[in-house]
């Protein structure tokens, strides 16, 4: 075969490979036997081979990227990727019909959906082809898995249009690809996934994506994020249009005109839910006019016109051994039911929170009884009660000691608080405890230090306090029960990186009390060093709009101590930064540019900005920048091939600037 005859003959194998692909994997249902598809793949292959200049990026061949990654890198998310609010019965149900039907009247439907248990992502398709795919993150950032993504066959690497938009879906594994894999782990003397979530988790995050490719993994697309140039009024309308371009939608979506059919839904899949090869953990309700979903908007955190129904909780029956107490970073002491193992919810369950003693003696909980266990959110194991009809005589009521089970101190109640605390400051356990919250992912996230390595390296007397962590070196760590010399280069590294951390992680990381991460990054925004922190009076504090009286006081408090500046000496001499590096705040108001305190709007592809580029600048000259046009849109920023957006901006009378105009404004 020449060159030209091997153009024709590849072209033609892509196509059909595409099409029997699609059939197979998006609408599980073939056209031709598994040997003449893999037939074909292998004839591809070897023109291929034998010519590589015919190989294109979308080609079946190249789903399976050859390099391992050294990272993901963040992807921001042009549109927040919001959660949703959930619901557990009847009652919570009826409470959303309510208020949906409060804000846009009774004319308009349901869209119901399973609610997929597995794992958000999003896929950018540009012109047609598979460009980006991301995980959902904190919601606005998340990472750049393209290459494992690539690997699912049901990803279509190109659209039947050549249409450039933003998709999400939920990444699942089915549970007989799950069961498979586990066999596997298990015969391997690997550790087993939990359930198919983690499974799929896990392999999502995997940096080499033959791994991620061998998985089996699948997917369903539930929402549109942005699309350029196409007009839609309802949400199944969206699903229908996502199956027209390839890709693969969960058939078992049902229009419902009313509540009522929503309930009769729900309670038909709570009875066939068994019956699917994936899981389910509810089932989600949308609202279907998308006019009447921008109407209802959006709080924070989730949409108004969406709600998560959780399907119960599975309970089971075990006993209760006995109940150990531990003492938290902050000197709270927790009782911590020990159980005699039992499968819930895909996972052996061995301990559960108690809470505090008033709720032991509220249940009446007793050691040696038989008590009901389930999953809050299906994740955290809890104790719901006992069954005091089982009882033998030998169960024993549960006492709080006196003293902490770790330093011996005097324990105390605070205030109105139902907790028991230890107050020792040189309490071993708070020390500890305090040191593995400062290796955290969302404080000073040093991978490697996990409470495992912490826990012996502060029983070998190597660390006494957060600084000393930065002066750990490789022959100390290298004692440490497995740890090899790979390793220790790891942390070592990881440590001297942490040390380049925005002030908001130490902060957040010293555990200053009532300072979550939030009121972190408020403050290290607001004061931009630890030194000008330190000098803070209550007052100051007080006259920043999110921090309260509680707070200003244990951050007056905390700074108040001698060993404090101690320590914050220290790290000094440990070249810790202590400086806020993220943007400044500025009073969006005293910035003197067009866009200060107006939203604007990105659409369309921009040639010299990335959008991010745009996005960050913008915001610097005190602009906000949205994902969706709205009357409160004040500019739209237009670059090529823009479409619903740029139409909806001109329909409403929205000032429309190119990308030179933007550049221009910033420049001035
Ligand atoms: S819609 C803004 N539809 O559930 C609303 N989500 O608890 C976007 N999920 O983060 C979500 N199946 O990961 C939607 N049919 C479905 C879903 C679904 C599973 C997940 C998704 C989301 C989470 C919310």
Not at 41 to 48: G, K
Not at 57 to 85: C, D, I, W, Y
Not at 414 to 432: G, S, Y
């Amino acid at each position: 075969m020449n060159l030209s005859e091997a153009k024709i003959r590849a072209e033609q194998l892509r196509e059909l490979l595409i099409k029997y692909g699609h059939e197979y994997y998006v609408l599980d249902n073939p056209s031709v036997p598994d040997a003449e598809y893999d037939q074909l793949l292998q004839e591809l292959v070897m023109i291929e081979e034998q010519y590589p200049e015919l190989v294109t990026p979308n080609s079946p061949t190249q789903r399976v990227g050859g390099e391992v990654l050294e990272g993901f890198s963040k992807v921001e998310h042009t549109v927040p990727m919001l959660s949703l609010a959930n619901g557990f019965n009847e009652a919570d149900l009826r409470d959303f019909d309510r208020k949906v039907r409060q804000a846009v009247g009774d004319d308009f439907s349901y869209v119901c959906e399973l609610k997929i248990d597995g794992l958000a992502v999003s896929l950018r398709y540009e012109n047609g082809l598979f460009v980006q795919g991301s995980t959902r993150g904190d919601g606005v950032v998340g990472e750049d898995i393209t290459v494992n993504l690539r690997t699912i066959r049901s990803i279509p690497l190109q659209l039947t249009e050549p249409i450039t938009m933003e998709i999400r879906g939920e990444v699942f594994m089915p549970k007989k690809s799950f069961e498979k894999l586990n066999q596997i782990r298990e015969q391997k003397g690997e550790e087993l996934f939990a359930n198919p979530r983690n499974a799929a988790a896990g392999s999502l995050r995997q940096l080499d994506p033959k791994i991620a490719a061998a998985r089996n993994l699948d997917v369903f697309l539930y929402a549109i994020g942005e699309v350029e140039g196409k007009t839609l009024t309802t949400h199944s309308e969206s699903l229908d249009f996502l199956d027209q371009l390839g890709l693969k939608t969960n058939k078992e979506r049902r229009v419902c005109p009313s509540i009522e059919e929503v309930l009769t839904y729900i309670a038909e899949w709570n009875e066939k839910r068994p019956t699917l090869s994936y899981e389910i953990d509810g089932i989600v309700i949308k609202v279907n006019q998308l006019a009447h979903q921008q109407k209802l908007g959006a709080t924070v955190k989730s949409p108004r016109w969406a709600i998560a129904y959780k399907f119960p909780a599975e309970e089971v029956v075990t006993k209760l051994l006995h109940i150990e107490l531990s003492v938290g970073r902050t000197g709270v002491v927790t009782p911590t039911a020990i159980l005699e193992p039992v499968r819930v919810a895909g996972t052996t369950v061995q301990r559960a929170s108690l809470h505090n003693e008033d709720l032991i003696k509220e249940k009446d909980i007793r050691i040696g009884d038989y008590v009901v266990i389930r999953k809050a959110g299906d994740i955290i194991p809890e104790v719901v009660g006992s069954l005091a009809d089982r009882r033998t005589g030998v169960e024993e009521p549960f006492r709080m000691p006196e003293h902490c089970p770790e330093c011996a101190s005097e324990l105390v109640r605070l205030d109105e608080e139902v907790a028991l605390r230890c107050i020792n400051p040189k309490c071993p356990a708070q020390i500890r405890e305090g040191l593995i919250h400062f290796v955290s992912r969302n404080a000073m996230n040093i991978e490697g230090l996990g409470e495992r390595v912490i826990t012996q390296l502060f029983e070998a007397d190597l660390i006494k306090d957060v600084a000393d962590i930065f002066q750990l070196n490789r022959e100390q760590l290298i004692k440490l029960e497995r740890m090899g010399e790979k390793s220790v280069a790891n942390l070592l590294n990881a440590i001297e990186a942490s040390k380049q951390n925005s002030l908001e992680r130490l902060l957040f990381g010293l555990g200053i009390r009532n300072v979550g991460s939030k009121a972190a990054k408020i403050l290290a925004q607001h004061f931009e060093t630890i030194d000008n922190l330190q000098m803070a009076s209550e007052e100051e504090l007080q006259n920043i709009h999110e921090i309260g009286e509680k707070m200003a006081k244990s951050v007056v408090t905390y700074f108040e101590q001698p060993e404090v500046h101690e320590l914050i000496l220290e790290l000094k001499e440990y070249g810790v930064n202590l400086t806020y590096k993220g943007p400044k705040v500025q009073d969006s108001a005293s910035i003197d540019s067009i866009f200060s305190g107006k939203t604007v709007v990105l659409t369309g592809k921009l040639e010299t900005l990335t959008r991010n580029e745009a996005k960050e600048k913008i915001e610097n000259h005190g602009g906000k920048v949205t994902g969706s046009v709205s009357k409160s849109t004040d500019f739209v920023i237009a670059g090529t091939d823009a479409g619903s957006k740029l139409k909806k901006a001109e329909q409403l009378g929205i000032p429309v600037m190119s990308e030179t105009e933007l550049i221009a404004e910033l420049n001035k």
